[in-house]
């Protein structure tokens, strides 16, 4: 898919998403061809919550539960009923009759071999981030789509956040001018290690902190960039063409074989660029994305948007005499150039596309498994996401430059 190709689509998805698409909790009949049989591989956090979300839309039922770990299907049938079918291995359960689609939430390194059998059983997929661990990996699920003729949608939720869409319409008509770097943050301030019930049980801990292992995760670029990186690939219009980046296990030695702080900055054509940083020894600045353009910037949250114009260039009298008098000024320009601290403009969403986005990605993949078509966070959007970040490690592991060209089949 080229650089056109990949804004058209995605910009029709933009203006066309989902009218049709239920709130959460509402009750309508769902006639018999419109019900939809789920079963879940992998009922750990992320599952749990995609099945909360899938069972708020009318008509969906999840018929199967599969995970290797007991204690989480007494968990996963409190979310479902107490007869839901259970099984331990995920080729049982895609032998089972009864089932439209498949739910996958599990680790990373799992995410390949799942989705694959899943499409080849015949059953639309709904897969968590990130697409697969590898490039090799994005590739084989790209085909195995084609050969299928089934939907997969990749469980991007901000891609279908309404204020993110707000701002990427904005973008899109050219309301900030253009776009020549997004920055964006996921800062926390714990270990993002989870308890385990026996610390001495080596592979209990691996199972359950599998995110802190190689063989295993992505690390923080997968698990947090993952969002950021997609979102930035809507505004520039494609994957990057290269990327630096650099991390390190600096604070937390406790074990863990992941970086605990990355920052890679991605080059995309054209000149855009990326800049992605990730900690876990402060929260100051949280989950964020800012996008700046030549007339306007944006800055959005987990929970809303805000635009901000672009500050006239001249500087008030004022301004420059209160600078001079009390602060520094080392530019050639000799200009004040403060930070900007205007309220701005919220981002407000049209009436009819609010919505929790866990919800509305749920229930864009019920629309889409129903009918067949295309889902907007389809292959090719979870492939460029992907590649980005498989790519993204290698340049921490290198701790230099990696150009995609050498790894990838660049879109025109």
Known sequence: ?????????????????????????????????????????GVGSRGKEVMRMMLRIPGVRVQGLCDVYEPRFAEGRKITNEETPIYRDYRQLLDARDLDAIVIATPLWLHADHVIASLESGRHVYGEKTMALTVQECDRIVEAVKRAGKRYQIGLQYHYAPWYREALQRIRAGKLGRVMQVYSY????????????????????????????????????????????????????????????????????????????????YRYPGGGTHFFSAVTTSRLDGSQVRAYGTTGSVVLTQIDGIFYEEPATEQSAALAETVLEHGVITGASYQAELPYRGLGHPIEVPEGKEGNPNYVSCASFIESARQNKRPEADEHVAWAEGVAVALGNK?????????????VKMPA
């Open 395 to 407: 340049a921490i592991d290198q701790g230099g430059r990696v150009l995609f060209a050498e790894h």
């Open 186 to 265: 996921w800062h926390r301030n714990n270990s993002w290690r989870r308890s385990v019930s026996d610390p001495k049980d080596l592979k209990l801990e691996r199972l359950i902190n599998w995110r802190l292992y190689r063989a295993y995760s992505g690390g923080l670029l997968a698990e947090l960039g993952s969002h950021h990186i997609d979102f930035a690939n809507q505004v520039f219009g494609g994957i990057p063409e290269s990327v630096i980046g650099t991390g390190g296990i600096d604070y937390w030695k406790d074990g863990r074989e992941v970086p605990d702080n990355v920052q890679a900055v």
């Open 1 to 41: 898919m080229d650089r056109r190709e990949f804004l058209g689509r995605t910009a029709g998805a933009l203006a066309a998403m989902s009218v049709s698409i239920s709130r959460p909790g509402e009750t309508r009949a769902v006639p018999p061809s419109d019900q939809i049989n789920l079963g879940v591989i």
